[in-house]
């Protein structure tokens, strides 16, 4: 049974290889290599870190952070989902995503936002499951192994949450 949880400590080893998976596809990320635990921690909303679980496996992991440190962005952040390769095709992407979104507006986002390579299709098709929107194309943005690659932006405003 795969349970969706929220992230621990003790989870990092797992999650970091997820993330090397993905960084290895040449698709999820601009990183070349995963960062510490205490870079990454740092970079990250404590209140919204979740993984998916089977037992003692993490099969997949969701996480926000910050877009700005000024308050007029303290209500929107940026999503990060990964899947492990072995795990795709499941449905664990839309229960971390659904739950994430939950998470967000317990803790008081009104806008999730994802900076997607369009080469990913599954990721984008996931996050318009969700409800994100295309709300921009950067082209040529920035470099990955040479190459200059764009980045879609989707974009979700809570139904729930700033919408006074």
């Not at 390769?85 to 664990?92: A, D, L, P, R, V």
Request: net charge negative; charged share 25%; proline share 2%.
């Amino acid at each position: 049974m795969i349970l969706i949880d929220k992230m621990l400590d003790s989870d990092w080893v797992q999650v970091r290889d997820i993330y090397i998976e993905g960084i290895n596809t040449g698709n999820a990320t601009f990183e070349k290599e995963a960062p510490t635990w205490e870079e990454w921690d740092k970079g990250h909303i404590l209140q919204c870190r979740l993984v998916a679980r089977e037992k003692s496996n993490v099969l997949g992991w969701a996480a926000l952070s910050p877009v700005s440190s000024r308050c007029a962005y303290a209500g929107v952040a940026e999503v990060s989902i990964y899947i492990s390769q072995n795990s795709t095709g499941k449905g664990i992407g839309s229960k971390l995503l659904e739950a994430l979104i939950e998470s967000s507006e317990e803790n008081g986002f009104w806008t999730l936002r994802s900076g997607i390579f369009p080469e990913n299709t599954f990721s984008i098709k996931l996050h318009e499951k969700f409800g994100f929107k295309l709300t921009g194309h950067q082209e040529r943005i920035g470099k990955l192994n040479g190459v200059w690659r764009d980045v879609a932006i989707l974009e979700r405003r809570s139904e729930i949450v700033g919408v006074d």
